[in-house]
Each structure stands twice: as structure tokens, then as C-alpha cells.
């Protein structure tokens, strides 16, 4: 197994402490990778908010200790996470990529990109009985609730990917194109893809937003203007 592949790197920071104590408590009482890479996988699909309107330019917004730290992040930055515990356990962890249509995608969050089209969706692969499983942490159990929503469910055996339809077999998630796997977040290779299919000046734009503000998330700037929308054609 390429040594790679359970060492630390810049951004999947598996040697920081607060990332180490995390991955321990998680695991406490288990012994078996596979059970390990469960718990730890619904440890960050539940624990860590979903947030698609994360900073994303810098490689400290993917860093697996700034994730934790934070609470909330967008896919490649659970994807990080989760990366970094497997290596804190000894399990082989890195981290893919892949572009994919969302049918069921917000439409505030369809007109702000211009696509129903992610590219560069982020999830983890760890090795585990002698071949590679992916884990995609991204939805946290309440938003697909609320969306009904498929869970992601992992066994650490198979695959776990974003399901095909919604509850109600709506078209909901479909894989378009893979982009091979990594053992560090390639950033510079995100944001050249980002701007290759959202426009350059939309990428650049946001990344203003981010600089200007000062906020790792826009999430808060986009639900109150979504409220105060809400309680203008109230009151009109």
C-alpha cells in the first residue's frame, strides 16, 4: 500500500491533534477497520453541517482540522475530514472526485452557478479487505429528512454513493464524469475546473465575496435574503 495513503499532508491533516482525539473518541472500543470507518463516517456525514456555500479558493478552507474545527463545510471539505480520521486510524483513506448533476438542486443555488452541473464533487475512498470502498459524507441526515432525500448509508463492504431518485423516485443525483483520486486536495485543480464551467469572473466574484466579508459561508447571507424576500411578498 503506497505510504501516501496514511501519512498526513497539508490539507488532510491527519497529525493534528484535535483531528487525532476526534477519530479516538469516535472509535472508542473498536477494533476492526471496517467498524472503525463506520462509525467515523456517520461521525462526519451527522456531526458536520452540509454547507454548499463554504469558502472554497484556499487550502485552508478544505483542512481537515479547520472542517472539525468549524462544524459545517461542502463536500471536498467532509470528503477531507473523513480522509484525515481514516489515516489518524491506520486505514488507507484518500480522497476522489467526480462531476455530477444535481436534478433536485436549489434553484437559488442553480441560478448562482448557472448549471445544474457540480464538478469536482468530493468523497473518500478507504481501503478495507483488500479493495478500495468509496464513502460520500456529504448530506447530513437532517437535510435529507427535510428533502426526503435518500441517506448515504455505509457498511465499510460497498460503495456509498448518492442514489439514482429521491424518495418519491424523482431523478435526483447522476455521474457524469470521474476524475481519478488524490491523496491531498488538489485546489488549484478545483478552481480551474470551477472556472472553466461557471466563468471565470462568477468564480472570481465569489471569491471577492469571501475576501471582502471576511466569512468562510454565505450561508447566512443567502437564507436572509431569502427571508427577507419571504416577508416582502407576505407583507406586499
Not at 472503525?36 to 461521525?43: R, S
Not at 472554497?56 to 479547520?66: C, G, I, M, T
Not at 442514489?163 to 470521474?178: A, G, H, I, R, T
Request: glycine content about 6%; proline content about 4%.
Amino acid at each position: 500500500m503506497d505510504i501516501k495513503y496514511i501519512s498526513p499532508t497539508p490539507i488532510i491533516d491527519s497529525d493534528n491533534r484535535q483531528v487525532i482525539d476526534y477519530a479516538m473518541k469516535k472509535t472508542e472500543g473498536c477494533k476492526e477497520q471496517v467498524d472503525q470507518a463506520v462509525k467515523i463516517f456517520y461521525a462526519v456525514r451527522d456531526e458536520i453541517l452540509y454547507d454548499p456555500y463554504h469558502a472554497f479558493y484556499l487550502p485552508e478552507h478544505h483542512r481537515a482540522s479547520s472542517v472539525l474545527k468549524s462544524k459545517r463545510g461542502y463536500c471536498v471539505c467532509k470528503a477531507s475530514l473523513l480522509c484525515a480520521l481514516g489515516r489518524v486510524l491506520k486505514i488507507p483513506s484518500r480522497i476522489g472526485f467526480a462531476s455530477i448533476i444535481n436534478h433536485l438542486a436549489p434553484k437559488q443555488f442553480t441560478r448562482l452557478l448557472g448549471t445544474n452541473l457540480f464538478v469536482y464533487h468530493g468523497y473518500t475512498e478507504f481501503y478495507l479487505q483488500g479493495k478500495w470502498v468509496k464513502a460520500t459524507p456529504a448530506f447530513n441526515s437532517d437535510l435529507c429528512k427535510k428533502n426526503r432525500l435518500p441517506l448515504n448509508e455505509f457498511n465499510g463492504y460497498e460503495d456509498c454513493i448518492f442514489s439514482s431518485c429521491d424518495l418519491d423516485k424523482k431523478p435526483f443525483m447522476e455521474y457524469v464524469k470521474n476524475h481519478g483520486v488524490y491523496a491531498d486536495v488538489p485546489v488549484n485543480t478545483i478552481l480551474d475546473a470551477w472556472k472553466e464551467t461557471y466563468g471565470e469572473d462568477s468564480v472570481n466574484k465569489w471569491i471577492d465575496f469571501f475576501e471582502k466579508s471576511g466569512e468562510i459561508s454565505a450561508f447566512g447571507l443567502i437564507h436572509r435574503n431569502r427571508s427577507q424576500a419571504h416577508d416582502s411578498t407576505v407583507q406586499g
